[in-house]
């Protein structure tokens, strides 16, 4: 007579995660799409820069901003994960 082994599937409760962490990556979303949105709006005006026959060249101030906020920011994160060790590198929380 042969059985059948069942197994349940248990998936683990992750916590809710570091309020702190959770508020510095929401940030560093928010710089993303911000420099998404410059970087876009750039190439928009270089389009048409080119179309009127200006070959200018362009330098954004406002995206090497973002550019280090979000820098800034990533540290932030890494330094707190180091210090507090409230999650793992590589996972998910």
């Known amino acids: 007579m042969a059985t059948l082994a069942t ?3 248990v ?3 992750l916590p809710a995660g570091c309020p702190q962490i959770l508020s510095l990556r929401e940030q560093a979303k928010q710089l993303q799409e911000k420099l998404r949105h410059t970087r876009q709006r750039a190439r928009e005006h270089e389009k048409q ?3 009127s026959g200006h070959r200018t060249s362009h ?3 406002f995206e090497l901003f973002l550019q280090r906020k979000i ?3 990533s540290l932030l994160i890494a330094r707190h994960i ?3 060790r409230c ?3 590589g996972k998910a929380g």
């Open 87 to 89: 999650e793992e590198l």
């Open 11 to 13: 998936t683990p409760v």
């Open 71 to 73: 820098l800034k920011t």
């Open 59 to 61: 330098s954004n101030d």
């Open 7 to 9: 197994t349940d599937v």
């Open 82 to 84: 180091a210090e507090h």
């Open 49 to 51: 820069d080119r179309r």
